[in-house]
């Protein structure tokens, strides 16, 4: 069954840390780019972040350069995020995915054909 | 980065009618634009890839269409279970971006 389970989320003061695990399964992670997607409430979804297969090549949304990192470890088949100096407008849930058809050429975008079940971060204003 | 322009942001519909949500680019994209269907406490479900390939378990009455900037996602049919927010995504290129999203009600 392929399977992403996030875990790391809760309520971070304004200026700390956090960082977000994805567990994945059922699937070769290895083989696969990966995203962090994130959506504020009430809001639509927001691209945050892509880490290629082999996890040389990373790419951010503007808003989180310099402050979130997005790494992997295949041996472990999981997915990171982790985000510094965090503020209110990164409230929301976060949610890792599978990217379907990512290339290089495309600086790994792509379709999201597998998602996890989100994990909620709160910054506090 | 890519603008995404989706329309209508709400619709209204019965049990069985056939509705269109419409998806239009800043760029010609060719056909690197998806459809994801979203229901309240959920993620996002992935219906069509690249404008027209029905995603695997996906019913039949879900059909997209389009390329370049002008993209169309039809529900023919609808079904209880359709209701809900359905947001377009163009994967041409990172940054990665979203429609506002449409909210398809009773």
């Known amino acids: 069954q392929v399977q992403l389970v996030e875990s790391g989320g809760g309520v971070v003061q304004p200026g700390r840390s956090l960082r977000l695990s994805c567990a994945a399964s059922?699937?070769?992670?290895?083989?696969?780019?990966m995203h962090w997607v994130r959506q504020a409430p009430g809001r639509g979804p927001e691209w945050v972040a892509v880490?290629?297969?082999?996890?040389?090549?990373?790419y951010y949304v503007d808003s989180v350069k310099g402050r979130f990192t997005i790494f992997r470890d295949n041996s472990k088949n999981t997915l990171y995020l982790q985000m510094n100096s965090l503020g209110a407008e990164d409230t929301g849930v976060y949610y890792c995915?599978?990217?379907?058809?990512?290339?290089?050429?495309?600086?790994?975008?792509?379709?999201?054909?597998?998602w996890g079940q989100g994990s909620m971060v709160t910054v506090p204003s | 980065d890519i603008q995404m322009t989706q329309s209508p942001s709400s619709l209204s519909a019965s049990v069985g009618d056939r509705v269109t949500i419409t998806c239009r680019t800043g760029?010609?994209?060719?056909?690197?634009l998806n459809w994801y269907q979203q229901k309240a406490g959920k993620g996002p479900n992935l219906l069509i890839k690249t404008a027209s390939t029905l995603e695997s378990g996906v019913p039949p009455r879900f059909s997209g269409s389009g390329s370049g900037t002008d993209f169309t996602l039809t529900i023919s049919g609808l079904q209880p279970e359709d209701f809900a927010t359905y947001y377009c995504q163009q994967s041409y290129i990172t940054p990665i971006t979203f429609g506002q999203g449409t909210r398809l009600e009773i």
């Open positions: 760029q010609n994209i060719r056909t690197h």
């Open positions: 059922g699937f070769t992670f290895s083989r696969n780019a």
């Open positions: 880490i290629s297969d082999d996890g040389s090549s990373k």
């Open positions: 995915a599978k990217c379907w058809d990512c290339g290089r050429a495309s600086y790994y975008a792509g379709a999201f054909d597998i």
